[in-house]
């Protein structure tokens, strides 16, 4: 199954597939068999690297549109 990644208006990014997510040190996050996670964006969550809602409540505001990066030299 391949992955699917939504940037949310003013929010998380919102992970869909089978991933798997590891810290900085190569240490794997035990995602406890979840298929769909979101990652936080905002800074502010209290549970990074996940979105525990924050957003709604410390003003983050971004609304990204997709488009086409440049083509790899």
Do not use: W
């Not at 991933?19 to 068999?33: C, I, K």
């Not at 709604?56 to 549109?65: A, Q």
């Amino acid at each position: 199954m391949s992955v699917k990644i939504t940037v949310t208006k003013n929010g998380s990014y919102r992970i869909e597939g089978d991933v798997e997510l590891y810290d900085a040190n190569g240490n794997r996050f035990d995602l406890a068999g979840r298929s769909v996670i979101a990652l936080c964006r905002c800074g502010q969550s209290n549970k990074k690297p996940f979105c525990d809602g924050t957003h709604r409540t410390c003003g983050f505001e971004s609304d990204v549109i997709a488009y086409a990066l440049e083509p790899k030299k």
